[in-house]
């Protein structure tokens, strides 16, 4: 059988290397090459892209499909030689989308049963409950209601949190209320006591978290941030916290990454950092969700995770 050939474009990551065996096992009718290893560029059709270079489309004029490593496309969108007729794919995968809202549940779950606090009375030998709240008495807001915002929206309904989700368009929804516009951003900033941020990055969202919104927040919401590092002005957030607004921030992302050792982020008190784990998609993953879109292009169909070029998502 013949095989597809896929290039590998990356700057930073020997893609073929990482994802080799995965293929082997799971999409063996794929070939991963190097552009280098490419014999003629002009009849490549697919791609497997994650931060290529300024010119890495150039030498593959009939290149269809682009599928990218992960769930966010924002980096491939503002890349200045991405063709316009170019498909871009994002990653598939329900198993990525779980451990989001896995994370996102830990921190809702614990600030709002105030876990954190139990480690000081324990230190303290202090047998004292702190919190019986209701999950039906503590909103919880989430910022994007995509595939990670849904299935955050699902796990969090199942334990009885009422969720008020801000997205492109209001929409009926089985887990959420599902607002939009200015108005809906300002009920969500205004009602949560938990705030989730699982926005694409785009124009319109890019320093969407910035001093106007953090004077609209609750004085005791956590800020759950796992979107992307450019959603939030970090120095206007640093001015909230020490203000008492967000009362925490919980931070899977910055807009330098890796953070820099001299970041003020690092040691202040109200801001727990986690460096970009709150999901990834397994090798598996990356494999099946490429091949089920190159299989869509080959039978003229249009592949689940296509990008809408004129939204940025």
């Keep these: 059988m013949d095989k597809t050939d896929v290039v590998c474009l990356s700057e930073g990551f020997?893609?073929?290397?990482?994802?080799?065996?995965?293929?082997?096992?799971?999409?063996?009718?794929?070939?991963?090459?190097?552009?280098?290893?490419?014999?003629?560029?002009?009849?490549?059709?697919?791609?497997?892209?994650?931060?290529?270079?300024?010119?890495?489309f150039d030498r593959f004029p009939g290149l269809a499909l682009s599928c990218t490593w992960g769930?966010?496309?924002?980096?491939?969108?503002?890349?200045p030689g991405l063709p316009r007729r170019l498909a871009i794919k994002r990653m598939t995968d329900p198993g990525q989308a779980r451990m989001m809202a896995a994370f996102a549940a830990y921190y809702v779950t614990g600030w709002h049963r105030r876990m954190f606090d139990y480690p000081a009375?324990?230190?303290?030998?202090?047998?004292?409950?702190?919190?019986?709240?209701?999950?039906?008495?503590?909103?919880?807001?989430?910022?994007g209601y995509g595939k990670m915002g849904s299935a955050i929206a699902r796990a969090l309904a199942a334990m009885g949190y009422?969720?008020?989700?801000w997205a492109s368009r209001g929409r009926p929804a089985p887990d959420a209320r599902v607002v939009a516009g200015e108005e809906g951003?300002?009920?969500?900033?205004?009602?949560?006591?938990?705030?989730?941020?699982?926005?694409?990055?785009?124009?319109?969202?890019?320093?969407?978290?910035?001093?106007?919104?953090f004077a609209r927040m609750r004085d005791d919401v956590i800020l759950i941030q796992?979107?992307?590092?450019?959603?939030?002005?970090?120095?206007?957030?640093?001015?909230?916290?020490?203000?008492?607004?967000p009362a925490l921030a919980a931070l899977d992302v910055a807009r330098t990454e890796p953070l820099p050792p001299d970041s003020p982020l690092w040691t202040?008190?109200?801001?727990?950092?986690?460096?970009?784990?709150?999901?990834?998609?397994?090798?598996?993953?990356?494999?099946?969700?490429v091949a089920e879109g190159i299989a869509a292009v080959l039978?003229?169909?249009?592949?689940d995770g296509i990008v809408d070029r004129t939204r940025g998502y």
Excluded: Y
């Design 14 to 56: 020997d893609l073929k290397t990482l994802h080799e065996a995965s293929f082997a096992a799971h999409a063996p009718h794929l070939r991963l090459l190097n552009p280098e290893d490419v014999r003629d560029p002009a009849a490549i059709r697919f791609a497997l892209a994650h931060d290529p270079a300024p010119d890495a």
């Design 71 to 79: 769930a966010g496309v924002d980096g491939l969108m503002l890349h």
């Design 268 to 289: 202040h008190p109200r801001i727990l950092l986690t460096p970009h784990v709150a999901s990834t998609a397994s090798d598996a993953s990356v494999a099946r969700s």
């Design 299 to 303: 039978a003229g169909e249009v592949p």
């Design 162 to 165: 009422p969720v008020t989700a």
């Design 185 to 213: 951003l300002d009920r969500v900033l205004r009602e949560s006591a938990a705030l989730v941020n699982v926005l694409p990055l785009t124009p319109e969202t890019d320093s969407l978290l910035n001093a106007g919104a």
């Design 121 to 143: 009375l324990q230190a303290q030998r202090m047998w004292e409950p702190v919190n019986w709240t209701l999950p039906a008495d503590f909103p919880v807001g989430i910022l």
């Design 226 to 245: 796992i979107g992307r590092g450019e959603h939030i002005v970090e120095a206007d957030l640093l001015a909230a916290l020490d203000a008492g607004r």
